[in-house]
Nanobody, 125 residues
Framework: QVRLVESGGGLVQAGASLMLSCEAS????????IAWFRQASGKEREFVAA????????HYRDSVKGRVTISRDNAKNTVFLQMSTLEIEDTAVYSC??????????????????WGQGTQVTVSP
């Protein structure tokens, strides 16, 4: 069992920056694909970013590209999501997810086996 715990969320003004962290325990996940998803109130969960375990390639949804960077420190079993120039539309609960097997499609949430509890990001005007 892999347990994921997110942190770093909070209430910020539009234009501010935040760094979210996802710390894993139970298993080393250096070879796992790790992704961030978010779910706004009343909305469906959507893909934000991912970093593959095999080749460290990253992928971002179009609306955050250029404002978000995903990275990982495998020695610390931690993945980060650096967000800048936050917008009101970024308000959501952000969850990290991990999957044991690396796949080409990083956006399909049902391929991820392990999920954190989520951390709230609220962006005010």
């Amino acid at each position: 069992q892999v347990r994921l715990v997110e942190s770093g969320g909070g209430l910020v003004q539009a234009g501010a920056s935040l760094m979210l962290s996802c710390e894993a325990s139970g298993r080393a996940f250096g070879s796992y694909d790790i992704a961030w998803f978010r779910q706004a109130s009343g909305k469906e969960r959507e893909f934000v970013a991912a970093i593959r375990g095999t080749d460290l390639k990253t992928h971002y949804r179009d609306s955050v590209k250029g404002r978000v960077t995903i990275s990982r420190d495998n020695a610390k079993n931690t993945v980060f999501l650096q967000m800048s120039t936050l917008e009101i539309e970024d308000t959501a609960v952000y969850s990290c997810a991990a999957r044991v097997r690396s796949l080409q499609d990083v956006t399909w949430r049902r391929t991820y086996q392990y999920w954190g509890q989520g951390t709230q990001v609220t962006v005010s005007p």
